[in-house]
């Protein structure tokens, strides 16, 4: 999934002569994790409503929130059924199975968990899920991470919904861009995905060089969000997450990269700001697409 790195000249001229090309830039779809409009509490029939009043392509759901939905005497047809009337697609979900703990029975119950999640997903139309380092309380063996992870990619094809890797930026024990390639590659498996945030990037002192050595296939859906310049890194907090160019995160840098990788991106916007979470959902809603994709079309 890493790209080759300081090709020569000899090198490039014997790729080209084989006829190969650079890969097509990527296509970007706009997508609403909920959480951006959580505060409010509008409820999921509402978050989906106003996702589509607010003219995005997809939105990523919150797996506690379906259930809470579906506990409450709904149906999973009907959800269903009502999100494809509103014309969105349903790229992803947030969730947070213990599936990758060092303790057997807790894991053993968070594939449970994530296999029953998953069936519901699927029922739902969703092919992804967050794979966070959820539970994880201790310095993680990163070759056993991996294997987990690869039975967590067998799980997803399964049952027709596929993990993607995700690290927290603020997380002691799975924070880095380099630890969750590292997982990746252990798992040796074609379909690994990860999930990269801009605030994780930077909170987690990954930086934005490293999205540059990745093949466009590693990335499929893109957490979208932007640091304030003004508090130390160290002392970030999801709820400093500002609107996408609103900060100092070196936004155009970050989607040229992802451009140039090639495959097709979702952009999610994901915040925690509780100071949107005091405004007009709808509004915030359209601000934030608005300013994703004037950061898109600056590239």
Sequence with gaps: ??????????????????????????????????????????GLKAYLDIA???????????????????EAGNTVSGLKKYIQDSGLKFENAIGFAPWMVDDETQRNAGFLQMR?????????????????AAGVKANLDLFAAGERYKALLDLG????????????????FFHHLGQVLMVA??????????LPDVYHLFRGNSGFEGL??????????????????????????????????????????????????????????ELFNPNYWKEDPLQVAKTGLAKMKAAVDSV
């Excluded at 890194?233 to 990788?261: C, F, H, S, W």
């Design 1 to 42: 999934m890493i790209k080759t790195m300081g090709l020569g000249a000899g090198a490039l001229m014997t790729t080209q002569l084989q006829g190969q090309t650079p890969p097509k830039a990527s296509q970007f779809s706009f997508c609403l994790n909920t959480s951006t409009i959580s505060g409010q509490k509008p």
């Design 52 to 70: 589509a009043k607010a003219g995005y392509d997809g939105v990523e759901l919150w797996i506690r929130d379906i259930q809470e939905y579906l």
């Design 116 to 132: 029953e999640e998953m069936e519901m997903l699927a029922a739902l139309g969703c092919k992804r899920v967050a794979a966070p």
């Design 157 to 172: 094809r399964s049952t027709g919904v596929m993990p993607q890797l995700e690290f927290w930026g603020a997380f002691p």
């Design 185 to 194: 590659a252990v798992a040796n498996d074609p379909d690994a995905r990860i």
């Design 212 to 269: 540059k050595m990745l093949d466009g296939s590693l990335i499929e859906v893109f957490h979208m969000n932007d640091f304030v310049g003004d508090i130390p890194r160290e002392q970030q907090q999801d709820k400093d997450r500002v609107y996408p160019g609103d900060g100092a995160a070196p936004m155009q840098e970050i989607l040229t990269t992802l451009k140039n990788m090639g495959g097709n991106k979702v952009l999610s916007l």
